[in-house]
């Protein structure tokens, strides 16, 4: 009998126990995936509003300059392009799992988060060695720097891809996390109780 | 007492097609990690050997002509070198696998297999618009392009991006297929409360 009331004070006692963990959990990806969204979207706003004109003294016919406007956009270098674009899509794929989230529907997409946590990576990829061909050239290939001339278009670039390197490991964090949650949750659960009174 | 049988027989029967389900996906998931482990190695292979000489006539003095001997490594541009360091990096990890998996050590490596797909991700961004760029040029950095001067360099890399890209799905299958894995492996589960009172 004592055994009896044992059990069920543990019944009692331990779904709320695992309901505290789960919404502490669930609160914690919330938040996370919050601030995930807030980088990405902000190095994908960053960066797609890049652009900076400058105007530079070509030449001096008599005592009259010559000049020519040379532009830098985001939208010349197609790297650039490709991180606004894995950027954007990252900060969609967070800002639907924060609204299912919100609507308490449940949609179990760790192939979709696997996609997007690769499409950001490359993204970065791509975009962080493209700004370092801009800052320092590259002597073999006779491509040369341009950010000696495009300061300000180079140091919103950097901003862009700190917030999307926040972004992506935030990312990574969401994914552990969420397969750890699917790992610790216990599948099939299957009680015999078998009361053999003669 | 037909009941007793009954259930006898059904625990008799499940581990036997669990352990072959089992087996079948084990097995699946070897060769998976095979095929990736030899793209990600040749991918590394072949970037890390790419280097073309090319000797060009830059001018003629009388009738002598005045050459220059150009070099295309991929030790020349930092995106090539952190593609060889992801690759060479994800097929060490498939290699260890593959190694644990032959001497039956398990190896929960979730956060790390991550990761590595993130890795080889940026070193294949990174790596594909180089040789974009390579190809192509870049009329608005006054970025030339070189894949004109480097045929064999550029079809040598473009090979080892096809072969880098193979290895990076494989990776992602071989990872998403592990989720499910763990998501489909029942945790704890049976609990036997017998109370037998004469």
Same mark, same amino acid.
């Given at each position: 009998?004592?055994?009896?009331?044992?059990?069920?004070?543990?019944?009692?006692?331990?779904?709320?126990?695992?309901?505290?963990?789960?919404?502490?959990? !669930?609160?914690? @990806?919330?938040? $996370?995936?919050? /601030?995930?969204?807030? +980088?990405?979207?902000? #190095?994908?706003?960053? &960066? =797609?509003?890049?652009?900076?004109?400058?105007?530079?003294?070509?030449?001096?016919?008599?005592?009259?300059?010559?000049?020519?406007?040379?532009?830098?956009?985001?939208?010349?270098?197609?790297?650039?392009?490709?991180?606004?674009?894995?950027?954007?899509?990252?900060?969609?794929?967070?800002?639907?799992?924060?609204?299912?989230?919100?609507?308490?529907?449940?949609?179990? !997409?760790?192939? @979709?988060?696997? $996609?997007?946590? /690769?499409?950001?990576? +490359?993204?970065?990829? #791509?975009?962080?060695? &493209? =700004?370092?061909?801009?800052?320092?050239?590259?002597?073999?290939?006779?491509?040369?720097?341009?950010?000696?001339?495009?300061?300000?278009?180079?140091?919103?670039?950097?901003?862009?891809?700190?917030?999307?390197?926040?972004?992506?490991?935030?990312?990574?964090?969401?994914?552990?996390?969420?397969?750890?949650?699917?790992?610790?949750?216990?599948?099939?659960?299957?009680?015999?109780?078998?009361?053999?009174?003669?």
């Amino acid at each position: 009998m004592a055994l009896e009331n044992g059990d069920k004070a543990k019944d009692e006692s331990s779904p709320v126990a695992a309901v505290a963990a789960a919404m502490m959990k !669930d609160w914690t @990806l919330f938040m $996370l995936r919050l /601030a995930c969204f807030l +980088a990405t979207a902000s #190095a994908t706003i960053v &960066m =797609a509003l890049n652009k900076e004109k400058k105007t530079l003294v070509v030449a001096t016919i008599g005592t009259s300059p010559v000049t020519a406007t040379l532009t830098a956009k985001f939208q010349y270098d197609p790297a650039f392009v490709f991180f606004v674009v894995a950027n954007g899509l990252a900060s969609l794929h967070n800002l639907l799992m924060i609204a299912l989230d919100i609507f308490k529907h449940k949609l179990s !997409d760790k192939g @979709l988060c696997l $996609l997007i946590v /690769a499409l950001a990576a +490359a993204g970065d990829g #791509a975009a962080t060695f &493209m =700004a370092e061909l801009g800052k320092n050239g590259n002597s073999h290939a006779r491509w040369n720097k341009i950010c000696d001339k495009f300061g300000t278009y180079c140091e919103r670039g950097e901003g862009a891809l700190i917030a999307s390197f926040i972004g992506l490991i935030l990312l990574l964090v969401i994914t552990v996390l969420s397969i750890l949650k699917l790992h610790s949750k216990p599948k099939l659960t299957t009680t015999h109780t078998s009361s053999v009174i003669p």
